[in-house]
Nanobody, 124 residues
Framework: QVQLVESGGGLVQAGGSLRVSCAASGRTFSNYFAGWFRQAPGKEREFVAAISSSGGSTLYADSVKGRFTISRDNAKNTVYLQMNNLEPTDTAVYYC?????????????????WGQGTQVTVSS
């Protein structure tokens, strides 16, 4: 079992920046891929970014490529998503997730462990 808790969400104006964090506990988090997903009201959850267990590989959705950066600090069991040049369409609840590196792909997972989410609201 891996427990994930997101933090750092909030309200920001378009063009601004925000960093959300995901703190992991339980099993050794360095053995897991980590991903960020988001879900806006009335819409399906979508993939945002993912990072390999060592941090050596990353993957981004086309909609955020060049604006968002995923990173991890395994010593702190924490994954980050730095969001720059935010747009109103980025408004959503952001979730972090974890997938075992032995079976997972960065985008497809399967991501079997999920946090509760943190709200990010971008005003125009």
């Amino acid at each position: 079992q891996v427990q994930l808790v997101e933090s750092g969400g909030g309200l920001v104006q378009a063009g601004g920046s925000l960093r959300v964090s995901c703190a992991a506990s339980g099993r050794t988090f360095s053995n897991y891929f980590a991903g960020w997903f988001r879900q806006a009201p009335g819409k399906e959850r979508e993939f945002v970014a993912a990072i390999s267990s060592s941090g050596g590989s990353t993957l981004y959705a086309d909609s955020v490529k060049g604006r968002f950066t995923i990173s991890r600090d395994n010593a702190k069991n924490t994954v980050y998503l730095q969001m720059n040049n935010l747009e109103p369409t980025d408004t959503a609840v952001y979730y972090c997730a974890a997938a075992s590196r032995t079976i997972a792909t960065l985008k497809g997972g399967p991501y079997n462990y999920w946090g509760q989410g943190t709200q990010v609201t971008v005003s125009s």
